[in-house]
C-alpha cells in the first residue's frame, strides 16, 4: 500500500507500507472514541503473515500511518441528489479531535504518523494493496 496527500501541487506527505486513515469527526465523538478507535487502528490485524494470513497489525509490522481529515465520510445522501454534511462537525470541535487522535495514534504507534492538513483542498491518492478497505464506527462497536 502507498498513499500521499497533495497541496498545492506539492506532496505533503506520502507513506509506503501501512495505513490510510480518513477520519469522519462529529459533535458526538469524544475523548473514549478516540481512545477506543486509535486502538482499533493500530492493532488491527490485516497485513499476511509468512502464510498470507491477514494475522500481522500496523504496528507490529512496523509499517506508517497517513490521517487525512475527511468530513465528508458523515454525508447524507437521504434526501434529493445533494449530499448534506450536517453530521460533520464544524471546525471548532473537530479540529481539537484531530489533534487528539494524531496525538493517541502517535502513542499507541510508538511513533511520529503522518497527516494531511485539516480543512485544506488536498489530493489524496492511495495504491490500494488487495485491496482492503475497513468501515470503523465507534458509535457502533460490533
Do not use: C
Request: aromatic share 6%.
Amino acid at each position: 500500500m502507498q498513499a500521499s496527500v497533495t497541496i498545492d501541487r506539492a506532496v505533503h506527505t506520502s507513506i509506503g507500507e501501512g495505513l490510510l486513515v480518513l477520519l469522519g469527526i462529529e459533535d458526538a465523538d469524544t475523548h473514549e472514541d478516540i481512545q477506543w478507535l486509535s486502538n482499533r487502528i493500530v492493532n488491527l490485524r490485516i497485513f499476511d503473515d509468512e502464510h498470507q494470513v491477514p494475522n500481522i497489525s500496523v504496528k507490529e509490522n512496523g509499517g506508517d500511518i497517513l490521517l487525512v481529515s475527511q468530513f465528508t465520510l458523515h454525508a447524507a445522501t437521504k434526501k434529493g441528489n445533494r449530499p448534506s454534511y450536517i453530521r460533520a462537525s464544524k471546525p471548532d470541535h473537530a479540529i481539537p479531535r484531530y489533534e487528539e487522535m494524531i496525538d493517541q495514534l502517535e502513542k499507541e504507534l510508538g511513533k511520529k504518523i503522518f497527516t494531511g492538513t485539516f480543512g485544506a483542498h488536498m489530493k489524496v491518492s492511495l495504491l490500494n494493496d488487495g485491496p482492503v478497505t475497513i468501515w470503523i464506527d465507534s458509535k457502533n462497536r460490533e
